[in-house]
């Protein structure tokens, strides 16, 4: 996979807005990775939060991490104003998707499904509702694949005729950011990535 520089792709379409203020659909895969992210472009956009994570598992940390997002989004001091969409939980979504990569260690060919499902709603969403733009809080996290989503997202961009935002959210400590901000926030911080499967990994190595 070609190395390219998402940050530096994301700061020359930054610089091109001028005074304009575009619409964001921002996939969010959690409250304390949304942090940076709402931060950061809140600034240049009006955003509007997807919470749509059938891999969450089990359905109260599914509720618990929405829950936490909207608590968050109504405590931020941001730039410009920021909605939330709570999507319906239905696991078989991604059980269905998933389906044959169970035993996929954390990282691969399971993962990549599970970023284009939640990413395919997202560019769904954005392309029906007139949104701008679309992307997924997703790369800020340090074990997400950040070429892959990219990928995945300028794919989805072509099928459902709307931009996707290039984005690498752990650059220039985006991560380390939404570390200090859940802090900040006194933000539930889950443990495993979501699945069913993350978390026996994890408990498998402890």
Do not use: W
């Not at 996939?27 to 969450?56: K, M």
């Amino acid at each position: 996979m070609e190395n390219i520089n998402y940050q530096k792709k994301l700061d020359r379409l930054l610089e091109s807005l001028g005074e304009n203020i575009p619409s964001l659909l921002l996939h969010s895969c959690c409250a304390p990775c949304s942090s940076y992210c709402i931060e950061y472009l809140s600034q240049y956009f009006r955003i509007t939060l997807l919470y749509y994570n059938p891999n969450i598992s089990p359905k109260e940390e599914f509720v618990k991490r929405s829950a936490e997002l909207k608590r968050l989004v109504s405590e931020m001091s941001v730039q410009n104003p920021i909605s939330v969409i709570i999507d319906d939980y239905d696991p078989n979504d991604f059980l269905s998707a998933v389906k044959g990569l169970e035993n996929i260690s954390e990282g691969g060919e399971r993962c990549f499904k599970c970023y284009r499902l939640r990413l395919e709603r997202a560019a769904r969403y954005a392309s029906e509702g007139g949104f701008d733009y679309f992307c997924s809080t997703l790369s800020i996290s340090p074990h997400k694949n950040c070429g892959k989503l990219n990928e995945i997202g300028e794919e989805l961009s072509e099928i459902y005729a709307v931009r996707h935002l290039p984005n690498d959210f752990k650059k220039r400590n985006g991560y380390k950011r939404s570390v200090e901000l859940s802090e900040q926030y006194g933000l539930y911080r889950q443990d495993y990535c979501g699945c069913a499967f993350s978390k026996a990994e994890k408990n498998a190595v402890e």
